[in-house]
């Protein structure tokens, strides 16, 4: 059982950068694969990242490879997607989400998901 809590989004110009949080409750983060979905208003959820329990695994949609990194630090049971040359098409209201059984780019195999965050990115 964990609660997450997503923070650090806002309004940024095209080009300019946000590092997004997620912070979780209980004793069991370590446990947890991490992710980020983001959904824009009309479209689907999409996936954005994962992050492996240790953190030695990554993956990216290929529309933010590059630019968005996703990190974990295990201590502070908190998960971060820094995001960098933000772009107009990136404006999306973007999910933490948390599984313990695998990595995956499926939102079907997350069983918590935060509150998410708006990112509005300006032209």
């Known amino acids: 059982q964990v609660q997450l809590v997503e923070s650090g989004g806002g309004l940024v110009q095209a080009g300019g950068s946000l590092r997004l949080s997620c912070a979780a409750s209980?004793?069991?983060?370590?446990?947890?694969?991490m992710a980020w979905f983001r959904q824009a208003p009309g479209k689907e959820r999409e996936f954005v990242a994962y992050i492996s329990r240790s953190g030695a695994s990554t993956s990216y949609t290929d529309s933010v490879k590059g630019r968005f990194t996703i990190s974990r630090e295990n201590a502070k049971n908190t998960v971060y997607l820094q995001m960098n040359s933000l772009k107009p098409e990136d404006t999306a209201v973007y999910y933490c989400?948390?599984?313990?059984?695998?990595?995956?780019?499926?939102?079907?195999?997350?069983?918590?998901w935060g509150q998410g965050t708006q990112v509005t990115v300006t032209s």
């Open positions: 209980g004793r069991t983060f370590n446990n947890y694969v």
């Open positions: 989400a948390a599984n313990e059984w695998r990595i995956s780019t499926s939102g079907r195999d997350y069983n918590y």
